[in-house]
């Protein structure tokens, strides 16, 4: 498991976290590295903490779940790093259940803050119904106005070309900031839909041009993670 990793733009970090409080989006196995340990959380986080150089200025911070997740004492070491290595720029993501609670969280780490949240898709019926995400709002402008950076997942069998086209519409119209998520099969029964993820490449490869949407086809791309195969490269 990869945990550090760096980017053009950023460093990125994959810590450790007790476990996500929802564990139910049908599409998630990477809650397996959830654990209840806390002390042992803390010290494997404060390892991979100091790797960070600060030499991007910004760090983004990922555990298997929210941020909300990750205990205290990780949350400081996290604070510790971003005065020591002169950071000024956070990543960090939350599920929306969280939202009232980013303002605390934007106050505490005195940086300023780019909230990513796994919106999925921006299909109501879908995300909540299929993928069971628990995650309602009312519409596009409820998101905006607690969150920066919405994380779309792609290439699910039973998603269409229409409501992907819909979403990276949402995704550019509303938002600096994304990250489309290619499914990559996993240890859940959720199977990729390949013909889909060539139609998307080859209608969205001019994402490319929007320097701060990510868009990973594998679900190692930021260099953080365990790598697993996917049926068809794209
Ligand atoms: S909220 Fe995130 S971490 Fe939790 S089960 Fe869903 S996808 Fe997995």
Same mark, same amino acid.
Not at 56 to 79: D, H, M, Q, Y
Not at 155 to 163: F, S, V
């Given at each position: 498991?990869?945990?550090?990793?760096?980017?053009?733009?950023?460093?990125?970090?994959?810590?450790?976290?007790?476990?996500?409080?929802?564990?139910?989006?049908?599409?998630?196995?990477?809650?397996?590295?959830?654990?209840?340990? &806390?002390?042992?959380?803390?010290?494997?986080?404060?390892?991979?903490?100091?790797?960070? =150089?600060?030499?991007?200025?910004?760090?983004?911070?990922?555990?298997?779940?929210?941020?909300?997740?990750?205990?205290?004492?990780?949350?400081?070491?996290?604070?510790?790093?971003?005065?020591?290595?002169?950071?000024?720029?956070?990543?960090?993501?939350?599920?929306?259940?969280?939202?009232?609670?980013?303002?605390?969280?934007?106050?505490?780490?005195?940086?300023?803050?780019?909230?990513?949240?796994?919106?999925?898709?921006?299909?109501?019926?879908?995300?909540?119904?299929?993928?069971?995400?628990? &995650?309602?709002?009312?519409?596009?402008?409820?998101?905006?106005?607690?969150?920066?950076?919405?994380?779309?997942?792609?290439?699910?069998?039973?998603?269409?070309?229409?409501?992907?086209?819909?979403?990276?519409?949402?995704?550019?119209?509303?938002?600096?900031?994304? &990250?489309?998520?290619?499914?990559?099969?996993?240890?859940?029964?959720?199977?990729?839909? =390949?013909?889909?993820?060539?139609?998307?490449?080859?209608?969205?490869?001019?994402?490319?041009?929007?320097?701060?949407?990510?868009?990973?086809?594998?679900? =190692?791309?930021?260099?953080?993670?365990?790598?697993?195969?996917?049926?068809?490269?794209?």
């Amino acid at each position: 498991m990869e945990r550090y990793s760096i980017l053009p733009n950023r460093e990125i970090v994959l810590l450790k976290s007790t476990p996500c409080f929802w564990g139910k989006c049908i599409f998630c196995d990477y809650i397996k590295d959830n654990s209840t340990d &806390t002390a042992a959380i803390n010290r494997i986080n404060r390892e991979i903490l100091n790797q960070v =150089t600060g030499k991007k200025r910004a760090l983004e911070v990922i555990n298997s779940g929210s941020c909300f997740e990750l205990p205290a004492a990780t949350l400081s070491a996290i604070k510790e790093v971003i005065v020591a290595k002169n950071i000024n720029k956070l990543y960090l993501e939350s599920h929306w259940q969280y939202r009232s609670r980013l303002a605390a969280m934007r106050d505490f780490m005195e940086i300023p803050i780019i909230f990513k949240v796994g919106i999925e898709t921006f299909d109501d019926d879908f995300r909540n119904k299929i993928l069971n995400k628990n &995650t309602h709002f009312h519409d596009v402008a409820e998101v905006r106005a607690y969150f920066d950076s919405p994380c779309l997942l792609v290439g699910i069998k039973g998603q269409t070309e229409e409501m992907i086209s819909k979403d990276i519409e949402l995704l550019i119209k509303h938002f600096n900031y994304g &990250t489309v998520n290619v499914f990559t099969e996993n240890t859940t029964a959720v199977q990729r839909d =390949t013909e889909l993820i060539k139609w998307f490449s080859n209608k969205y490869g001019h994402l490319k041009k929007y320097p701060d949407i990510d868009v990973l086809y594998h679900n =190692t791309d930021f260099g953080v993670g365990e790598r697993k195969e996917n049926n068809n490269e794209q």
